[in-house]
């Protein structure tokens, strides 16, 4: 039982990487090069479709990680699950902090609306959120190394 756990809990962290990886790398830089109002309106539905999903597999993730943790709490790599843990919560305190009230403001533009520093806000917004992905990247890579 432990074993699907392991493997439920690591693949559903590597999924929620990839997306955030590809919201950064691939997403963004797409949606950046469309003209503004394009630009916005896209980044808005994002914000809107990624904010309804992200907190649910955030802290479903955290969650099966707590499991593991406490399940395989006698077992070569327990250090590993809880470190991993310990940066998924990193990532969902910042998260709430900074990247959900941007988030919040920024799912509602429109290019009548946008407020005159709306571009500093989506900067601000990506750095963060450059910051998330490299914590959400090494606490998969403690998973996976936790069940070599």
Same mark, same amino acid.
């Given at each position: 039982? @432990?074993?699907?756990? !392991?493997?439920? /809990? /690591?693949?559903?962290?590597?999924?929620?990487?990839?997306? !955030? *990886?590809?919201?950064? *790398?691939?997403?963004?830089?797409?949606?950046?090069? %469309?003209? !503004?109002?394009?630009?916005?309106?896209?980044?808005?539905?994002?914000?809107?479709? %990624?904010?309804?999903?992200?907190?649910?597999?955030?802290?479903?993730?955290?969650?099966?990680?707590?499991?593991?943790?406490?399940?395989?709490?006698? @077992?070569?790599?327990?250090?590993?699950?809880? /470190?991993?843990?310990? %940066?998924?919560?990193?990532?969902?305190?910042?998260?709430?902090?900074?990247?959900?009230?941007?988030?919040?403001?920024?799912? /509602?533009?429109?290019? !009548?609306?946008?407020?005159?520093?709306?571009?500093?806000?989506?900067?601000?917004?990506?750095? *963060?959120?450059?910051?998330?992905? #490299?914590?959400?990247? #090494?606490? *998969?890579? @403690?998973?996976? #190394?936790?069940?070599?």
């Amino acid at each position: 039982m @432990l074993n699907a756990l !392991e493997i439920v /809990t /690591t693949v559903l962290v590597g999924v929620m990487v990839g997306v !955030e *990886f590809s919201v950064s *790398f691939v997403i963004n830089p797409i949606l950046n090069a %469309l003209p !503004e109002d394009s630009m916005v309106s896209g980044r808005a539905h994002g914000g809107r479709m %990624l904010g309804a999903v992200m907190p649910v597999w955030y802290i479903g993730s955290l969650v099966l990680v707590a499991i593991w943790a406490i399940a395989g709490w006698q @077992l070569p790599g327990a250090g590993l699950v809880v /470190t991993a843990g310990a %940066l998924l919560i990193v990532s969902v305190v910042m998260s709430i902090l900074l990247l959900v009230p941007i988030n919040n403001r920024s799912k /509602t533009w429109t290019a !009548e609306n946008r407020p005159a520093d709306w571009k500093e806000q989506m900067i601000r917004w990506d750095r *963060f959120h450059y910051v998330r992905v #490299a914590v959400i990247i #090494a606490a *998969f890579a @403690l998973l996976v #190394a936790a069940r070599a």
